[in-house]
């Protein structure tokens, strides 16, 4: 069965860097896009970013492009999500998922990783 | 960016009840939109897509309808394990966008 398992997260200080993983089992990573989407406590769900199945097209939401960057390592089946010059803005539960057949479907969610950004 | 707005953002209603979610897209999607259930501290779980088509698995309680800019989603006959917070999301343009959720509870 597909399993999604981000780590990661953790508290950080404004300006700081993260980077959080994505471990995927149960398909054939290398076969789908993928996505974060993140959740600001009490809030609703927001799209971060995606990266098609080879790596060659990286999407991003404007209120991350040029601090955030997601990769992946298809030899891994391993999602990566890079986060530097982080506001307090960006706290929140960072999701990973994994595309249906027609990619920008979520069909999979992990279980999520608490990023906080306080000094 | 598109923008997907959700209404109501929360109902309280019976055991049995028949509740009505929709959800307005700012311009045209087609068919291109998807519906997600996420229960307290848990990942969002998708059960609808392409507007209306049941995921493997979901319940046929569950139910979504819809084209263009106008989109509905049903629970026929309203169960305890239904309490959750809804989300649709349109996935004709990037960025994905999502409606800001609506709260279901039981009365």
């Known amino acids: 069965q597909v399993q999604l398992v981000e780590s990661g997260g953790g508290v950080v200080q404004p300006g700081g860097s993260l980077r959080l993983s994505c471990a995927a089992s149960?398909?054939?990573?290398?076969?789908?896009?993928m996505h974060w989407v993140r959740q600001a406590p009490g809030k609703g769900l927001e799209w971060v970013a995606f990266?098609?199945?080879?790596?060659?097209?990286?999407y991003y939401a404007d209120s991350v492009k040029g601090r955030f960057t997601i990769s992946r390592d298809n030899y891994r089946n391993t999602l990566y999500l890079q986060m530097s010059s982080l506001r307090a803005e960006d706290t929140a539960v960072y999701y990973c998922?994994?595309?249906?057949?027609?990619?920008?479907?979520?069909?999979?969610w992990g279980q999520g990783t608490l990023v906080t950004v306080s000094s | 960016d598109i923008q997907m707005t959700q209404s109501p953002s929360s109902l309280s209603a019976s055991v049995g009840d028949r509740v009505t979610i929709t959800c307005q897209a700012s311009?045209?999607?087609?068919?291109?939109l998807n519906w997600y259930q996420q229960k307290p501290g848990k990942a969002p779980n998708l059960l609808i897509y392409?507007?209306?088509n049941l995921e493997t698995g979901v319940p046929s309680r569950f139910s979504g309808s819809g084209s263009g800019t106008d989109f509905t989603f049903t629970i026929s006959s309203l169960q305890p394990e239904d309490v959750a917070t809804y989300y649709c999301?349109?996935?004709?343009?990037?960025?994905?966008?999502f409606g800001g959720g609506t709260k279901v509870e039981i009365k």
């Open positions: 990266v098609r199945y080879d790596g060659s097209n990286k």
């Open positions: 999301q349109q996935y004709d343009n990037l960025p994905l966008t």
């Open positions: 311009q045209d999607i087609s068919n291109y």
């Open positions: 149960g398909f054939t990573f290398s076969n789908y896009g």
């Open positions: 998922a994994k595309g249906a057949q027609q990619q920008l479907i979520l069909a999979y």
């Open positions: 392409d507007a209306s």
